[in-house]
């Protein structure tokens, strides 16, 4: 099914940004995503943190892979540029667009397939090379477009819509990046825009590669009985489901984390997930404390969110790479190709 395209015309009343642009302007398409779905809730936090920063829409580059999650391009910013690319190849492309273009805000999505099956390759080099990029993984631990099969994020134990259990260990984005040298990592709920919104907008100011893991559940495949919906995810009790592909209207979830202890959150089928805020003397920049912080949590079951790391000191890739800050397509030709004897002079050095 395509997606609808929103009529354009907007109420007077609705408040401006510095740009004098109002929160449609920052819309896209209307969602063809299943009802409750938890990405339409990134996608609505991804469009206020781009209105209240005034990002001009025509200086923003999307990118995706494919899957439910790289769909959501297609719902923000209509006025942006968009590269949906290859299952997995995200990051190659927003490379390439970034050194040629490094005055353009990029952001990707993907999900938890797209970036850690196919493409955790991709991913892992656009971390090393800290490329300029907000990059939100939309987590739900399993392949939502193609019926609901585990994903890498899929807790041991987890299991199916079909009964059977997941038997092997999850990959941890947050983990991942951590270990990888990422310069900001983040996670959050999508039902908790209060979060998520600012969270969205720190990484938009961030100098480097910003990953944001957001757990965004799939209400039609991964929201039922035995169910993990994702790597740290504590089901509580009972829920039947029935074999079937009805997707139900469902209402958005939406909490709020306390700053002390952890919140329940209670899902469309009742099971319970617990969220946890860092404390007050948490230090996001050392990344030893951090990963041992984790690590306990992940015993315990629950499920850190807001920043949890961030080093401002780290040079990303056009300051390591010596790119031109002017885009490639305002460089005159003469010197995008300087001729013959320039290349054979070039080929002398390394002879």
């Given at each position: 099914?395509p997606s609808?395209?929103?009529?354009?015309?907007?109420?007077?009343s609705?408040?401006?940004?510095a740009?004098?642009?109002?929160?449609r302007?920052?819309?896209?398409?209307?969602s063809?995503?299943?009802a409750?779905?938890?990405?339409?809730?990134v996608?609505a936090?991804i469009?206020?943190a781009?209105?209240?920063?005034?990002?001009?829409?025509?200086?923003m580059?999307?990118f995706?892979?494919?899957?439910?999650?790289?769909?959501?391009?297609t719902?923000?910013?209509?006025?942006?540029h968009?590269f949906?690319?290859?299952?997995?190849?995200?990051?190659?492309?927003?490379?390439?667009?970034?050194?040629?273009?490094?005055?353009?805000?990029?952001?990707?999505i993907?999900g938890?397939g797209d970036?850690?099956?196919?493409?955790?390759?991709q991913?892992?080099?656009?971390?090393?090379?800290?490329?300029?990029i907000?990059?939100?993984i939309?987590?739900?631990?399993?392949?939502?477009?193609?019926?609901?099969?585990?994903?890498?994020?899929?807790?041991?134990g987890?299991?199916?819509?079909?009964?059977e259990?997941?038997?092997?260990s999850?990959?941890?984005?947050?983990?991942?990046a951590?270990?990888?040298?990422?310069?900001?990592v983040?996670?959050?709920?999508?039902?908790e825009?209060?979060?998520?919104?600012?969270i969205?907008?720190a990484?938009?100011?961030?100098?480097?590669?910003?990953?944001?893991?957001?757990i965004s559940?799939?209400?039609?495949?991964?929201?039922?009985?035995?169910?993990?919906?994702?790597?740290?995810?504590?089901?509580k009790?009972?829920?039947?489901?029935?074999?079937?592909?009805?997707?139900?209207?469902a209402?958005?979830?939406?909490?709020?984390?306390?700053?002390?202890?952890?919140?329940?959150?209670?899902?469309?089928?009742?099971?319970?997930?617990?969220?946890?805020?860092?404390?007050?003397?948490?230090d996001?920049?050392?990344?030893a404390?951090?990963f041992?912080?984790l690590?306990r949590?992940?015993?315990?079951?629950?499920?850190?969110?807001?920043?949890?790391?961030i080093?401002?000191?780290q040079p990303?890739?056009?300051?390591?790479?010596?790119?031109?800050?002017?885009p490639?397509?305002?460089v005159?030709f003469?010197?995008l190709?300087?001729?013959?004897?320039a290349?054979e002079?070039l080929?002398?050095?390394?002879?």
């Open positions: 099914m609808i395209t929103k009529p354009i015309v907007t109420h007077p609705l408040e401006k940004n740009l004098g642009l109002n929160l302007a920052y819309e896209g398409a209307m063809t995503l299943c409750g779905c938890g990405h339409d809730s996608t936090a469009v206020r781009a209105w209240k920063l005034s990002i001009e829409p025509h200086q580059a999307k995706s892979g494919i899957g439910c999650s790289s769909k959501t391009p719902y923000f910013v209509s006025g942006a968009g949906n690319s290859a299952h997995g190849r995200m990051p190659a492309i927003a490379t390439g667009a970034g050194a040629a273009n490094r005055s353009l805000i990029s952001i990707g993907s938890d970036s850690l099956s196919i493409g955790i390759g991913m892992a080099h656009a971390i090393r090379r800290n490329l300029n907000v990059y939100i939309e987590n739900n631990g399993v392949y939502g477009l193609t019926k609901g099969q585990f994903s890498a994020s899929a807790d041991v987890s299991k199916s819509k079909k009964g259990a997941n038997r092997v999850p990959i941890d984005p947050v983990m991942l951590l270990s990888l040298g990422a310069t900001f983040a996670r959050s709920f999508s039902g825009k209060e979060q998520l919104v600012p969205i907008e990484a938009f100011k961030h100098n480097g590669l910003a990953l944001i893991d957001v559940p799939c209400v039609t495949f991964n929201d039922h009985e035995g169910s993990t919906k994702s790597y740290l995810y504590t089901r009790h009972d829920f039947h489901v029935t074999d079937s592909d009805v997707v139900f209207p209402e958005e979830l939406v909490a709020s984390i306390s700053r002390n202890g952890h919140t329940a959150v209670t899902m469309h089928d009742g099971s319970v997930i617990h969220f946890t805020r860092t404390p007050d003397d948490y996001p920049r050392d990344r404390a951090v041992a912080y690590q949590h992940q015993q315990e079951g629950k499920v850190p969110t807001g920043i949890l790391f080093d401002e000191s990303d890739m056009h300051s390591v790479l010596g790119t031109t800050e002017v490639l397509t305002q005159p003469d010197k190709c300087p001729g013959k004897e290349l002079k080929m002398e050095e390394f002879r």
